[in-house]
């Protein structure tokens, strides 16, 4: 299914896999501010239907808040040591039950998404990476509401 300018999907499919086949042929990029923070975006469903601890995900955020960081004081090369380490924790985190397989295949995902422009195309490297950090940051915010924080 193709995504049109801000179109989010319905909340009965599973927004994980959604967003995974988007990320198979379109960038993180393409995705727009009402496919994030909408109420019936991406940020919202996974935060409904991801089942993570609060601890776990904002750590995660944390991560992609860092990498962001980097990015934008120095060149999007300098993330990649990050961004490889992200890998690791994540599946560190998922083989000790901490969060679960469809989270860390999400996030592998939006890795990928990530790195496969470093070397090639540092500036949608970089805007993909921003977008990342903004569906984490939404994910979070949703993640409270859902949790009644």
């Not at 990476?129 to 903004?134: D, V």
Request: no cysteine; proline share 2%; aromatic share 8%.
């Amino acid at each position: 299914m193709q995504h049109q300018r801000g179109q989010y999907h319905q909340e009965e499919q599973d927004p994980a896999v959604e967003l995974e086949n988007f990320l198979k042929s379109r960038d993180l990029k393409d995705l727009h501010d009402k496919d994030i923070f909408h109420p019936k975006g991406y940020g919202k469903r996974l935060a409904k239907n991801l089942n993570i601890g609060a601890v776990q995900l904002r750590r995660i955020y944390q991560e992609f808040k860092n990498l962001r960081d980097i990015a934008k004081k120095r060149d999007i090369e300098a993330v990649a040591p990050r961004l490889y380490m992200l890998y690791a924790l994540v599946e560190y985190q998922a083989q000790r039950g901490i969060i679960n397989d469809r989270f860390k295949e999400l996030i592998h995902k939006i890795l990928d998404n990530i790195e496969k422009h470093i070397s090639k195309n540092k500036e949608t490297a970089k805007e993909n990476l921003n977008r990342a950090y903004e569906l984490m940051m939404s994910i979070v915010a949703y993640s409270k509401k859902e949790r009644g924080g």
